[in-house]
């Protein structure tokens, strides 16, 4: 008797273990399918337990899988009960170190109790944000806010936290306000300097006419030094003004036909004290007309014609050269000096950027004079370009449209 008893009680169990043995097996079959997500948690010892987040939405699922934001879920006990790639990445740490163990022990001690206040309040559905400073062996100091949001799971609770990267978002605003800054300096320096550069330039030109006139050598020879300086100041003042114009849409254009040798001899003419230590050859196309702000398509020649001086050695030779390619004129300035590597000649263009490097920062200047050029040459329809290579010399060029 007893033994049929124990015989019927094994039966019973052996029912019993079948249904979890298929329940079990539906449980895996549903994620298999991607039905359900299941995340194991050791609890104590021995103990596991099966978490599982109904999500009937593939796509939904691999967005967050595959989104740059951190994001994890937590259960009650703190214990992390899923977490995607980018938030192991962020905190650089393995993936499966991140499931199983508590939300808190990733966050920085510094920050701790901050962040354990503020997931009391999401529990309550009170506050969800805040921001912390997290290290990791990549990077230091990264700015990353962490935003949490009280979720329902298979019948229980979790709170899901959203940890996103500020960093590039940081930078921008910083570099915003860095060039807010200078526009605003810029702004006023030029305008004051403005005035007294102009009459000093006009004093100097008239000092030095009267030595000229009265065959004072030696005062004329130093007089042209010191117009030389004051022009160059002069230049500096109207790249500030030019810039300013540029970034408030005001740069006037003024419209008319000329031709385009006539205008590099003048410009070549106007630098002939830059000038004296190199030497300069000229190779022109027959005449060329162009529809255009003489003024302007003279300073990107002339801009062109400065860097090469400054950028090339004593003695050496900057070419000028004009020519007609498919109804375009073309002005090439080459010099035989320092060169741009390639992964900076695209950048060249930008506002205030300057070739960094040791031989670079023996050259004094402030990165605009070919970003005014660009703007010019690109407000005429044309292109502009350098061909270069580090230590090889460079070919400054632009194209325009003939005037027809
Ligand atoms: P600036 O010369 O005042 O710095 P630019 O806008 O005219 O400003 O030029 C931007 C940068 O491009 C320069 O700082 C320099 O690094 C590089 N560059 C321009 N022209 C030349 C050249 N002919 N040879 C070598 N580097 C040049």
């Known amino acids: 008797m007893n033994s049929e008893k124990q015989y019927i009680k094994l039966k019973e169990e052996v029912t019993e273990l079948k249904q979890q043995l298929h329940e079990a097996h539906e449980i895996i079959d549903a ?42 879920t937590f259960n009650e006990e703190g214990i992390i009960i899923y977490s995607n790639s980018s938030f192991a990445k962020l905190f650089n740490v393995p993936l499966k170190t991140v499931i199983g163990n508590p939300f808190i022990n990733f966050i920085p001690v510094a920050y701790r109790e901050v962040v354990n206040n503020l997931i009391k309040k999401a529990w309550l559905e009170e506050e969800n944000k805040t921001e912390i400073i997290v290290n990791n062996n990549k990077k230091i100091g990264i700015p990353v806010l962490l935003s949490m949001n009280k979720l329902e799971i298979d019948g229980g609770v979790a709170l899901s936290v959203i940890a996103t990267d500020l960093s590039l978002q940081k930078e921008t605003q910083q570099q915003k306000i860095t060039m807010e800054k200078m526009d605003e300096f810029i702004s006023i320096a030029s305008h004051e300097l403005k005035t007294p550069v102009t009459s000093i330039k006009g004093y100097v030109q008239l000092l030095k006419h009267n030595f000229q006139k009265e065959g004072h050598e030696t005062a004329s020879g130093l007089i042209s030094r010191v117009e030389g300086q004051v022009n160059k100041l002069a230049t500096l003042v109207a790249e500030l003004l030019d810039v300013k114009k540029i970034e408030t849409g005001q740069l006037q254009y003024n419209e008319e036909e000329f031709e385009i040798n006539e205008l590099v001899k003048e410009v070549v003419h106007d630098c002939e004290m830059n000038l004296k230590r190199h030497s300069v050859t000229l190779d022109f196309c027959g005449p060329q007309i162009l ?13 062109f014609l400065d860097n090469a001086v400054k950028y090339s050695p004593h003695n050496s030779t900057i070419y000028l ?41 023996t050259y004094s200047g402030l990165g605009l004079g070919l970003y005014i050029a660009a703007e010019i040459i690109q407000r005429h329809n044309g292109i502009i370009g350098v061909e270069s290579k580090d230590g090889k010399g460079s070919t400054f060029y632009f194209k325009l449209p003939l005037s027809n």
């Open 31 to 72: 994620i298999r399918k991607g039905e359900v997500d299941a995340f194991i948690v050791k609890n104590g010892e021995d103990k596991h337990q099966i978490y599982t987040l109904k999500s009937a939405d593939l796509a939904y699922r691999l967005f967050i899988e595959k989104m740059n934001e951190g994001a994890i």
């Open 321 to 361: 050269k004009t020519s007609v390619e498919e109804n375009k004129v073309c002005v090439h300035v080459k010099d035989e000096g320092i060169g741009i590597p390639l992964a900076k000649q695209n950048k060249i263009y930008e506002r205030f950027y300057r070739v960094s490097g040791e031989k670079e920062n």
């Open 291 to 303: 529809k255009g702000d003489r003024n302007k398509i003279g300073q990107v020649i002339s801009n």
